[in-house]
């Protein structure tokens, strides 16, 4: 089945078994994640599958004729669908989310709706509200770079790839939460040297990362036009939208760094209260997001200041006029783009992990500070710091030899560089090439 659908969609996504799964057994799935991510891709290779055991029909509300409906008569509209259906942005239509309750508890059935929509939860909160209970949340971010590694590698190998290699997940974080990385026997890998600076720029969604740079640009500066004026004025009350795109080129800028609204509100010269709503729009229509400082009981002089990242280091780049040779020239911007970039592929790995994942940051007032703290529910924590050298120095490990010393919880700590080889420095602790998060080591 999981074949099938691959074969349909072009590029594997590894989020598709756990979809699958969860359709399997709730009434109401919804596929969250950002506009352009293929969501709808995903859906379409899912309607025309047929070895599912229900044959879906889909429905898109980004067609004008079917939100007319859905809007003047939801009753009507939903009585209508079929058995099984794809209901495509669903966040256009908030009037029909009653309706879908009553026909969830009139006829519960697994997988009878799977949604999607370009917005989090929280800028659709009466949908949540409606089906508490009868709906499961999975979100789809743009390509992972092991997705992008896993579609070369079967185009390349098409002809001898056998069906149980047709999707190969990335293992490294099995690999590390499970004590099992063998650092004797990893590969050497290519340096990534200036195809670091292309990766990044290219980011993850499909569509502009097939087009030349320029038009790359052009492309997320429209993609930015369209969720200001259609999905943000839809879906909120803020109506001074010139702010987003400011909002927006200024949060690209600061990725990577502590988040501070009073600073943000001071550059847009305007009142916190304002500048936190519309961070908020930004937050919630998947442009950037926080991630909150880690702690514990041992460690007393935390910073909490959240972290920003950008979600997409393709988008933040074009926003920032950044290309290729321009980003491997800025070396401190390229340090801290390489920070996103890491952090946009642990979080789509996060996604499709088995078991729940958080990422936190860590950074104390004696200068200790981890770019990733990664902590599995129930089992550990791992830390992560990112570099750009092709080199790694002891001291490279400093902030994560303070959490390993204050932590009983300690799994391992890694640094990420750009360099060949893994290698051991002390008991649990690693140097891994970036590119271990899409080549297994």
Known sequence: MVTELLAKSF???????????????????????????????????????????????????????????AHDDPVGFVEQLPSYVILDEVQLVPEIYRQLKVAVDSHRVPGRFLLTGSARLSLMSELSDSLAGRMQLIELYPFSQSEIHQYLMLNYNQDTVGESEKLK?????????????????????????????????????????????????????????????????EMTSA???????????????????????????????????????????????????????????????????????????????????????????????????????????????????????????????????????IEQSGSGIVAIEVKTRATVKEADFRGIRKLQQCSENFIAGVVLYDGEWARSFGENLYALPIASLWIDV
């Open 169 to 233: 997940v990335s293992s490294i974080f099995t690999q590390i939460f499970n004590n099992r990385l063998n650092i004797s026997e990893s590969k050497q890998q290519p340096r990534l040297v200036r195809e670091l600076s292309r990766r990044i720029v290219e980011g993850g969604y499909p569509e502009p990362r097939q087009l030349s740079t320029l038009d790359r640009q052009k492309w997320y500066h429209n993609y930015l036009r369209t969720i200001t004026f259609r999905d943000a004025y």
């Open 11 to 69: 590029t594997p996504r590894f989020l598709l078994p756990s979809l699958l799964n969860t359709l399997s057994w709730a009434p109401v799935v919804l596929l969250t994640g950002p506009r352009q991510s293929g969501k709808t891709t995903l859906c379409k290779a899912i309607q025309a599958s047929k070895s599912l055991p229900h044959k879906y029909e889909y429905i898109s509300f980004d067609d004008q004729a079917n939100r007319d409906f």
């Open 239 to 373: 109506r001074r939208l010139e702010i987003v795109p400011r909002l927006a080129g200024i949060a690209a800028a600061h990725s990577a760094q502590l988040f501070n609204l009073a600073d943000l509100a001071a550059t847009l010269d305007l009142s916190r209260n304002t500048v936190s709503e519309y961070v908020s729009i930004l937050l919630n229509l998947f442009l950037f997001q926080y991630v909150p400082s880690w702690s514990n009981n041992q460690l007393k002089r935390t910073v909490k200041a959240p972290k920003l990242h950008f979600l997409d280091t393709g988008f933040a780049c074009a926003l920032l006029n950044l290309d290729e040779d321009t980003l491997w020239q800025d070396r401190k911007r390229l340090g801290q783009m390489t920070e996103t970039f890491v952090y946009q592929e642990l979080l789509k790995l996060a996604s499709w992990y088995d078991n729940k994942l958080t990422i936190f940051h860590y950074r104390d007032r004696d200068r200790h500070e981890v770019d990733f703290v």
